[in-house]
């Protein structure tokens, strides 16, 4: 049975033998287009992100901003991404005139599978790297997010040449049957589960892939921590997208010694975030689905609930939740919650804490709240994790200088700014050499000279 999507890999492949994706001018081009559907386009995007899950405004328009953000680095560094890079050689190669140079290549048709939980920000981010560094894309947005997806649908035509930017809208059947093809990258955001799948499928064709996965993410608030600071910041980090998102701290340990006035201090920021009655809140997003506010509400445990624990699955609605005292036994901490409900459990000991957390599967970010450079430099060396903050959260991953990305079960590969750039981008290293040199380390060897040869590798 022939492959459906067959037909739009090949005419983004043709595309790309031809070349033209490669001069700076397509490149540009192409940044453009996508800037102007964002911006002639943003109201309709933000209305789909509200009827989809209830994103309030803030959370819709940041959809829009980040990726034009990303659309001005690249305008501004491309040309000198793009250009050949110099790099050191042996001192006797150079001497004798030759010179290495590496050369940056795009890999070819891209498929970009996009997730829900940032169905506009988290499909185009990578699709602009990889246009940028001249790769023809195939963007697959999310079907559990169908608003947005339609919107995908309709007008990524008007703007883009279907050999350039293609779009494919479904669910599982056509991702299954997407991944059956040769492309020349895959970067996929979601579940580690998926990524498996997308990996193994990947495997067939030796494609090089990026996975955004997630994991539970550690949160460390110390006794020198400035609670009002952790207690704002942590509570916004949870709770936006509902806590849909990969970068939302998963759980909160917290020195014993000051515990409650931190639990005071969370509990009232987000009261006086969503208020009393978060569900009445324009600022507070629903769950993707009621299957996902009924695997969340499972969590809550009515023993250890300190703030909210109401829920409402038909109306896919978990309210801002915090469980107190949590332990490593807890539902909440077996999996990545992807909710609004966060697990808070006090520590005693630092180092015991992090090894503890480090029997766990490594995060994608981390968070530590502290005002002991001691203590912070222990955490960020012993720990593994994709990145993160210190005294902040969720910031990072929007800042164009920080490489973007997970480790391990978390995911592989990094992106954003010049990294996106080079993930996106074969690099080619090349020696140049100079045509004149007499190099003779061919054989046969007797009565040659060959350590004079092998000297200018040295």
């Given at each position: 049975?022939?492959?459906?999507?067959?037909?739009?890999?090949?005419?983004?492949?043709?595309?790309?033998?031809?070349?033209?994706?490669?001069?700076?001018?397509?490149?540009?081009?192409?940044?453009?287009?996508?800037?102007?559907?964002?911006?002639?386009?943003?109201?309709?995007?933000?209305?789909?992100?509200?009827?989809?899950?209830?994103?309030?405004p803030f959370e819709q328009l940041f959809?829009?901003?980040?990726?034009?953000?990303?659309?001005?680095?690249?305008?501004?560094?491309?040309?000198?991404?793009?250009?050949?890079?110099?790099?050191?050689?042996?001192?006797?190669?150079?001497?004798?005139?030759?010179?290495?140079?590496?050369?940056?290549?795009?890999?070819?048709?891209?498929?970009?599978?996009?997730?829900?939980?940032?169905?506009?920000?988290?499909?185009?981010?990578?699709?602009?790297?990889?246009?940028?560094?001249?790769?023809?894309?195939?963007l697959k947005p999310a079907n559990t997010?169908?608003?947005?997806?339609?919107?995908?649908?309709?007008?990524?035509?008007?703007?883009?040449?279907?050999?350039?930017?293609?779009?494919?809208?479904?669910?599982?059947?056509?991702?299954?049957?997407?991944?059956?093809?040769?492309?020349?990258?895959?970067?996929?955001?979601?579940?580690?589960?998926?990524?498996?799948?997308?990996?193994?499928?990947?495997?067939?064709?030796?494609?090089?892939?990026?996975?955004?996965?997630?994991?539970?993410?550690?949160?460390?608030?110390?006794?020198?921590?400035?609670?009002?600071?952790?207690?704002?910041?942590?509570?916004?980090?949870?709770?936006?997208?509902?806590?849909?998102?990969?970068?939302?701290?998963?759980?909160?340990?917290?020195?014993?010694?000051?515990?409650?006035?931190?639990?005071?201090?969370?509990?009232?920021?987000?009261?006086?975030?969503?208020?009393?009655?978060?569900?009445?809140?324009?600022?507070?997003?629903?769950?993707?689905?009621?299957?996902?506010?009924?695997?969340?509400?499972?969590?809550?445990?009515?023993?250890?609930?300190?703030?909210?624990?109401?829920?409402?699955?038909?109306?896919?609605?978990?309210?801002?939740?915090?469980?107190?005292?949590?332990?490593?036994?807890?539902?909440?901490?077996?999996?990545?919650?992807?909710?609004?409900?966060?697990?808070?459990?006090?520590?005693?000991?630092?180092?015991?804490?992090?090894?503890?957390?480090?029997?766990?599967?490594?995060?994608?970010?981390?968070?530590?709240?502290?005002?002991?450079?001691?203590?912070?430099?222990?955490?960020?060396?012993?720990?593994?994790?994709?990145?993160?903050?210190?005294?902040?959260?969720?910031?990072?991953?929007?800042?164009?200088?920080?490489?973007?990305?997970?480790?391990?079960?978390?995911?592989?590969?990094?992106?954003?700014?010049?990294?996106?750039?080079?993930?996106?981008?074969?690099?080619?290293?090349?020696?140049?050499?100079?045509?004149?040199?007499?190099?003779?380390?061919?054989?046969?060897?007797?009565?040659?000279?060959?350590?004079?040869?092998?000297?200018?590798?040295?």
């Amino acid at each position: 049975m022939a492959n459906r999507f067959q037909a739009i890999l090949d005419a983004q492949r043709a595309r790309f033998d031809s070349d033209a994706t490669k001069p700076l001018a397509w490149r540009m081009d192409q940044l453009d287009r996508m800037e102007r559907m964002l911006r002639e386009r943003q109201d309709a995007f933000c209305a789909a992100l509200h009827q989809d899950f209830g994103k309030p405004p803030f959370e819709q328009l940041f959809e829009i901003t980040v990726p034009l953000g990303v659309i001005k680095y690249y305008r501004e560094h491309l040309e000198a991404l793009m250009a050949p890079q110099p790099v050191p050689i042996p001192e006797g190669l150079e001497a004798t005139g030759n010179r290495g140079v590496i050369y940056k290549e795009p890999y070819g048709v891209t498929l970009v599978i996009g997730p829900f939980n940032a169905p506009v920000l988290l499909l185009l981010d990578p699709a602009i790297a990889a246009l940028a560094a001249g790769n023809p894309v195939i963007l697959k947005p999310a079907n559990t997010t169908p608003a947005t997806a339609a919107l995908f649908q309709e007008y990524v035509p008007r703007y883009f040449a279907p050999e350039d930017v293609a779009v494919v809208t479904g669910g599982r059947e056509e991702i299954t049957e997407l991944l059956q093809l040769p492309f020349d990258f895959i970067f996929f955001t979601g579940s580690s589960n998926v990524g498996k799948v997308v990996m193994r499928a990947a495997a067939e064709h030796l494609t090089p892939v990026i996975l955004e996965l997630g994991g539970q993410n550690p949160t460390i608030v110390d006794e020198t921590a400035n609670l009002d600071i952790a207690a704002d910041r942590i509570a916004w980090g949870h709770n936006a997208i509902s806590g849909q998102w990969c970068i939302a701290p998963g759980y909160v340990c917290v020195h014993e010694r000051i515990a409650d006035a931190f639990l005071d201090r969370l509990k009232a920021a987000i009261v006086r975030m969503y208020g009393a009655d978060p569900s009445r809140s324009p600022d507070f997003a629903r769950m993707i689905s009621e299957r996902d506010a009924e695997r969340v509400a499972s969590y809550i445990l009515p023993g250890k609930v300190v703030l909210g624990g109401r829920y409402d699955i038909p109306a896919r609605y978990v309210e801002p939740t915090l469980l107190y005292p949590s332990d490593w036994e807890d539902p909440a901490l077996q999996q990545e919650i992807f909710g609004p409900v966060l697990p808070v459990m006090p520590y005693r000991d630092l180092r015991a804490l992090v090894a503890a957390i480090k029997k766990k599967p490594k995060p994608l970010v981390a968070y530590i709240f502290s005002k002991d450079q001691a203590a912070i430099d222990y955490v960020l060396g012993s720990l593994s994790f994709g990145g993160g903050c210190v005294n902040q959260t969720n910031l990072h991953c929007w800042i164009d200088s920080l490489p973007f990305g997970g480790v391990g079960y978390s995911g592989m590969g990094k992106y954003y700014g010049k990294a996106g750039f080079d993930a996106l981008s074969n690099t080619k290293a090349m020696l140049i050499g100079n045509p004149d040199l007499e190099l003779d380390v061919f054989p046969p060897y007797a009565g040659k000279d060959i350590g004079r040869s092998l000297r200018l590798f040295s």
